[in-house]
């Protein structure tokens, strides 16, 4: 994983450590590398702890999905996953760019929870996945998805609030964690 920080001129009104860019190689294990080396970064600019936990999962599913079905049997490639991370008072905006495979963007940001009989005494009649876009939404808002020949590239913010439908508007946001 080749990670940086970027300059604080670089964004504007952004301070050096308030911001991540980094190339993540695809495959799981490079994943994992990703989000250790991502959470020493969030952890420093002294996100609350209900952001960094939500952002991680957020990121985490993100990289992961993009691992799966973006570049399926291609782990290794030398394509990155570039992302790209900047703390504001308003939460954590993230930017993700990969050149895999084009992402139905309507499909995606319209995904619905899969069917699940809470009746069931039979684990193995549960579904193992297709809940990765919903916690997404969920989790994140300014959500936006854009797909070409060329790539994809997906934007959001983890809010400091409560983010998606969950969140109360009179609800003062979290404060940071004191430095």
């Known amino acids: 994983m080749i990670a940086e920080r970027v300059q604080g001129s670089a964004i504007s009104g952004a301070r050096a450590l308030d ?21 020493r970064w969030i952890e420093g600019v002294n996100a609350c702890s209900d952001l960094v936990s939500r952002a991680e999962i957020v990121l985490a599913e993100v990289l ?3 691992t799966e079905h973006g570049f399926a049997e ?21 930017m993700v760019v990969d050149k895999g495979r084009p992402v ?21 009649g549960l579904p193992e996945g ?8 969920e989790l994140t808002c300014d959500l936006s998805l854009v797909s070409d020949g060329s790539g994809n590239r997906l934007c959001f913010v983890v809010p400091l609030g409560k983010p998606g439908s969950l969140a109360d508007p009179a609800a003062p946001a979290t404060p940071a964690r004191p430095a």
Do not use: K, Y
């Not at 911001?19 to 959470?39: C, K, S």
């Not at 291609?74 to 993230?94: K, N, T, W, Y």
């Not at 963007?105 to 809470?118: E, M, T």
């Open 64 to 66: 992961n999905n993009i």
């Open 104 to 124: 139905p963007a309507d499909r995606c940001l319209a995904a619905v929870l899969p069917p699940v009989s809470l009746g069931t005494q039979d684990m193995d």
């Open 130 to 137: 297709g809940f990765g876009w919903c916690l997404i939404r």
């Open 74 to 94: 291609q782990e290794g490639v030398l394509l990155p996953i570039a992302v790209h991370c900047r703390m504001s008072g308003r939460g954590l905006h993230v």
């Open 19 to 39: 911001v991540l860019a980094m190339d993540v190689p695809v495959g799981h294990d490079a994943v994992r590398v990703a989000l250790q080396g991502w959470r």
